[in-house]
């Protein structure tokens, strides 16, 4: 019985989702669309088998396709990346696992490591006192440089020299610049320490030459599969052949039970289309269309952190309309159906529960096939959405923000500028497919 005849509630809520994906902009940068083919494998049945252990050294029988399976996302996986020398782990769960995977195999709980500040573009599993990285290792945080909002690797050296970090690790979840990875791992080199990079955000654009690759420089890199490289939810360890025993055990036994199978067969049929020819045009695409983006969204006035991009993602600063601006900007986005996430500001005046900054990002876009041209309109929208509604200010009692935004959701509902901009995202959204909907 399909899902549809035995199920209706499910399959209603799921039609509603697919309704609100063709018919808004996705622009969280971290979001992006899996093919029909890689969401057809990642729903087989090969849902239904355990396979704890790794291919040739399971636990349990019946195991001789699944391994086929295994083997294959590894190797096209070394060959997509170009990784040669490495060993590659495709059974984490997902990239908070992953790294978890790689700190607990690699150092002792109590270790130090360097990341980047997570209000400056760093992850919270790169640290965060509230997530088991920060509870569990002793983490040391450079900055972006204050006033150029980039890396300043002369600093990252000096700090190195001066805690003197087992793992330095390098790669962003809000970070709009290129990352020298080869200077990150020569840092890491100089005081004996591991690099390690997370590439989850850019690494359909590495795959795609349309970014700096981590390899053949650094020690660990770790990637979702689910963002730029478009695929379904998971995560890769890839480590120097000399590191594999120790990262294989930290992630079975050592973090996870039985691996998804299934989602490995997804992530096998996602990186088959990342070898692809075109999806070098796809990564170059993504990265012209963020800096038409960036050019519009300056050009209309906005201000942005590091003043650009040279990725697929940027961050509006919206510090020049006051602190705490950001929630309010993306709940108005939101209701015209244009997606993004507020975000802090490096050295945001405001805390990070209301922060002062909107990350956007192009890489779901240029999936539906949406090129410059549409870039210019969606930036003029954006513009005109912040202009409207960042001047809304987040009161100065902590016990009052919430009240007041609800209280601005409500001014959305029928508010003309919203209605207006909604109709012609929808009206431009629908003409461009959505894979796994209408592919
Ligand atoms: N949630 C992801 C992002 O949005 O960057 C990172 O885990």
Request: net charge neutral; glycine share 8%.
């Given at each position: 019985?399909?899902?549809?005849?035995?199920?209706?509630?499910?399959?209603?809520?799921?039609?509603?989702?697919?309704?609100?994906?063709?018919?808004?902009?996705?622009?969280?940068?971290?979001?992006?669309?899996?093919?029909?083919?890689?969401?057809?494998?990642?729903?087989?049945?090969?849902?239904?088998?355990?396979?704890?252990?790794?291919?040739?050294?399971?636990?349990?029988?019946g195991?001789?396709?699944?391994?086929?399976?295994?083997?294959?996302?590894?190797?096209?996986?070394?060959?997509?990346?170009?990784?040669?020398?490495?060993?590659?782990?495709?059974?984490?769960?997902?990239g908070s696992?992953?790294?978890?995977?790689?700190?607990?195999?690699?150092?002792?709980p109590?270790?130090?490591?360097?990341?980047l500040r997570?209000?400056?573009?760093?992850?919270?599993?790169?640290?965060?006192?509230?997530?088991?990285?920060?509870?569990?290792?002793?983490?040391?945080?450079?900055p972006?440089?204050?006033?150029k909002?980039?890396?300043d690797?002369?600093?990252?050296?000096?700090?190195?020299?001066?805690?003197?970090?087992?793992?330095?690790?390098?790669?962003?979840?809000?970070?709009?610049?290129?990352?020298?990875?080869?200077?990150?791992?020569?840092i890491?080199?100089?005081?004996?320490?591991?690099?390690?990079?997370?590439?989850?955000?850019?690494?359909?654009?590495?795959?795609?030459?349309?970014?700096?690759?981590?390899?053949?420089?650094?020690?660990?890199?770790?990637?979702?599969?689910?963002?730029?490289?478009?695929?379904?939810?998971?995560?890769?360890?890839?480590c120097?052949?000399?590191?594999?025993?120790?990262?294989?055990?930290?992630?079975f036994p050592g973090?996870?039970?039985?691996?998804?199978e299934?989602?490995?067969?997804?992530?096998?049929?996602?990186?088959?289309?990342?070898?692809?020819?075109?999806?070098?045009?796809?990564?170059?695409?993504i990265?012209?269309?963020?800096?038409?983006?960036?050019?519009?969204?300056?050009?209309?006035?906005l201000?942005?952190?590091?003043?650009?991009?040279?990725?697929h993602l940027?961050?509006?600063?919206?510090?020049?309309?006051g602190?705490?601006?950001?929630?309010?900007?993306?709940?108005?986005l939101?209701?015209?159906?244009?997606?993004t996430?507020?975000?802090?500001?490096?050295?945001?005046?405001?805390?990070?529960?209301y922060?002062?900054?909107?990350r956007?990002?192009?890489?779901?876009?240029?999936?539906?096939?949406m090129?410059?041209?549409?870039m210019?309109?969606?930036?003029?929208?954006?513009?005109?959405?912040v202009?409207?509604?960042?001047?809304?200010?987040?009161?100065?009692?902590?016990?009052?923000?919430?009240?007041?935004?609800?209280?601005?959701?409500?001014?959305?509902?029928?508010?003309?500028?919203?209605?207006?901009?909604?109709?012609?995202?929808?009206?431009l959204?629908?003409?461009f497919?959505?894979?796994?909907?209408?592919?």
């Open positions: 019985m399909n899902l549809a005849s035995q199920d209706p509630e499910v399959f209603a809520i799921i039609e509603r989702e697919k309704k609100r994906q063709k018919e808004g902009l996705e622009m969280i940068p971290s979001e992006n669309y899996a093919s029909a083919a890689a969401l057809e494998a990642a729903g087989s049945i090969l849902n239904d088998k355990y396979a704890e252990g790794y291919p040739g050294r399971r636990y349990y029988s195991n001789v396709h699944i391994d086929e399976v295994e083997r294959l996302a590894q190797a096209r996986a070394l060959k997509a990346f170009n990784a040669e020398g490495y060993h590659v782990n495709v059974q984490p769960y997902s696992p992953a790294n978890l995977a790689v700190y607990l195999g690699l150092l002792k109590g270790d130090t490591i360097m990341s997570l209000d400056q573009g760093g992850h919270l599993t790169h640290g965060s006192p509230v997530n088991a990285s920060g509870k569990l290792f002793n983490f040391v945080f450079y972006l440089d204050a006033e909002e980039v890396l690797y002369d600093a990252i050296q000096k700090l190195a020299e001066k805690t003197k970090p087992q793992l330095i690790l390098s790669g962003f979840t809000a970070y709009p610049r290129k990352v020298d990875f080869e200077k990150m791992a020569l890491a080199r100089s005081i004996g320490a591991i690099s390690m990079a997370d590439i989850s955000h850019i690494s359909g654009l590495v795959i795609g030459g349309a970014h700096p690759s981590p390899f053949p420089s650094t020690d660990v890199v770790t990637t979702t599969t689910h963002k730029t490289l478009r695929g379904p939810r998971g995560a890769l360890i890839f120097k052949e000399e590191l594999r025993e120790k990262i294989d055990k930290a992630v973090m996870q039970g039985g691996p998804h299934h989602t490995i067969a997804g992530i096998a049929v996602t990186l088959g289309e990342a070898l692809r020819p075109e999806f070098k045009d796809y990564a170059a695409q990265v012209k269309n963020a800096s038409i983006l960036a050019a519009t969204l300056i050009k209309e006035g201000k942005l952190v590091s003043g650009g991009t040279e990725t940027m961050l509006i600063d919206l510090r020049p309309f602190p705490g601006r950001g929630v309010f900007v993306a709940k108005a939101e209701a015209a159906e244009i997606n996430n507020f975000t802090t500001v490096p050295n945001d005046p405001s805390v990070p529960f922060p002062s900054g909107i956007l990002g192009t890489p779901a876009l240029t999936t539906r096939g090129k410059e041209k549409e210019v309109v969606i930036g003029t929208w954006i513009a005109e959405v202009k409207a509604f960042a001047t809304t200010p987040l009161p100065d009692e902590k016990e009052k923000r919430a009240q007041a935004v609800r209280d601005f959701e409500k001014t959305l509902e029928g508010h003309e500028t919203v209605k207006k901009i909604r109709e012609r995202v929808k009206a959204a629908t003409k497919p959505v894979p796994g909907i209408d592919a």
